[in-house]
């Protein structure tokens, strides 16, 4: 595979977006490459595929597909750390965005692949946000805060949008969720009425 050709690889993989799913279980990776560009996973976090993959295919030189299975992954099993949503899935997530942006610094020839892929975890992001409990929203919020860039997109996400900035974060979190839930209760209640009307 010559540059070029790497080159229009990186940028599928990346472009790709969350179409594409960034598990390392789906690699094989030589252990050289690893140790000489210092690949590892980030340790303390869950989802830390979702740092090490990025990195990974940013600095590969050369790419490989096998259409053959090499590797059974049982997702979702009983007891495994991903078949629950908790809060460490949004604040870990918030700690790949800082590793991220760290590597992005580090290696400005990759910097724009590194940013689309930090665009797309604002939407994941999001989208655990949304699954948490109420009471996670102020922990969740004060992560977010801390990253002006994922404040302001999830600020733009959100259900409820003041005209004006006056009500903070924490508190868009909080009103966002209230109204997700009334939104699932009026369709309930939607549903149920126009049973009835049927009978």
């Known amino acids: 595979m010559n540059s070029g050709d790497a080159e ?13 799913v960034w598990t390392a279980w789906r ?17 303390g976090i869950i989802r830390e595929d979702e740092e090490w993959t990025p990195r990974i295919y940013a600095l590969a030189k050369t790419y490989a597909f096998a259409h053959e299975p090499f590797y059974d992954h049982r997702s979702k099993r009983e007891g495994s750390i991903m078949s629950e949503i908790n809060r460490r899935h949004v604040t870990d997530m918030c700690l790949i965005l800082d590793s991220l942006s760290r590597f992005a610094l580090k290696h400005p020839d990759v910097s724009r692949l590194i940013e689309m892929r930090r665009r797309e975890l604002f939407q994941v992001i999001l989208y655990y946000t949304r699954m948490l409990p109420f009471s996670d929203m102020p922990e969740v919020a004060r992560h977010m805060e801390a990253r002006p860039d994922l404040a302001a997109a999830v600020r733009g996400a959100l259900f409820f949008r003041p005209t004006a900035n006056v009500i903070d974060l924490k508190h868009n979190l ?17 549903s149920s009425i126009s049973r009835w009307v049927h009978l």
């Open 27 to 43: 690699n094989i990776v030589r252990r050289e490459f690893l140790v000489s560009n210092g690949l590892f996973f980030m340790k």
């Open 8 to 20: 229009r690889v990186r940028a599928y993989l990346f472009d790709s977006g969350l179409r594409f």
């Open 174 to 190: 909080m009103i966002d969720h209230v109204m997700k839930r009334a939104r699932v209760a009026a369709r309930a209640l939607v």
